[in-house]
């Protein structure tokens, strides 16, 4: 058994998609086992994803992580991580593959939809940036 982070981003909730994103997580055999609805701040977006504050697209990245409500989630299942990379599908819509998360629901590679960690070591780091143990019923 394996927990990785989810993020539903608020091209999501925008469009009210936050029940068929789950759905899709649950048909996948992965078990939401802590949830909550948030509105990140420009400061908490950019600390979450501080590893990419070089990169060209951070200002944008954290401006749309804060233009609205988030679903941060923590998944179990096993293989958890990787299983949950695999239904997102490509960070680029227009790369993934169908029937994945974002090839239907994204909207560009920012606005695309579902974040998820890219490693156990990351997973535990970014569940820990969200939940308390109490917040996670496994
Ligand atoms: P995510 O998995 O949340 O991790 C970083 C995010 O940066 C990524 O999904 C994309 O939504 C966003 N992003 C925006 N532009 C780019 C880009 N050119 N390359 C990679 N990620 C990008």
Redesign the pocket.
């Known amino acids: 058994m394996q927990r990785t982070l989810s993020?539903l981003?608020p091209d999501v909730t925008r469009r009210n998609l936050t029940g068929a994103v789950n759905g899709r997580i649950e048909s996948a055999g992965l078990r939401i086992i802590a949830q909550r609805r948030i509105h990140l701040s420009l400061e908490q977006a950019q600390q979450f994803?501080a590893v990419?504050q070089e990169?060209?697209?951070f200002n944008?990245?954290c401006t749309f992580m804060s233009s609205g409500p988030v679903v941060v989630q923590v998944l179990q299942g096993e293989n958890a991580v990787e299983q949950y990379r695999k239904i997102m599908g490509a960070?680029?819509p227009a790369n993934a593959d169908e029937g994945t998360i974002r090839r239907d629901f994204a909207e560009s590679?920012?606005a695309?939809s579902v974040?998820?960690s890219d490693s156990f070591e990351n997973a535990g780091i970014e569940i820990a940036f969200f939940f308390s143990q109490m917040d996670i019923v496994g």
């Open positions: 993020i981003k994803y990419h990169r060209s697209f944008d990245l960070t680029n590679i920012e695309n974040h998820g």
